[in-house]
């Protein structure tokens, strides 16, 4: 991996992976329950994402991964 991304990044991308294979999209009322943080969070961490070209979010439809966030998440899957 030629980016630097740190456990937390690796941990919300894991998080979307799972449950965008499960409905098609993560929906950040999911991502709470999932990785037990505040709504404020998933909403930073998401903008922030979406600058890293690592999601793509529509408020109040969800978010995916792009190309590069799913090849990450895979890698951090596969990693631990």
Do not use: C, D, F, W
């Amino acid at each position: 991996m030629s980016r630097k991304v740190t456990v937390s990044i690796e941990r919300y991308l894991k998080g979307i992976y799972i449950l965008q294979e499960k409905n098609g999209v993560a929906r950040t009322s999911e991502l709470v329950k999932l990785l037990g943080v505040v709504p404020g969070t998933i909403t930073n961490t998401m903008k922030r994402l979406k600058r890293e070209g690592l999601v793509a979010h529509q408020p109040y439809k969800g978010v995916k991964l792009t190309k590069e966030g799913h090849k990450i998440a895979l890698y951090a899957i596969r990693k631990h």
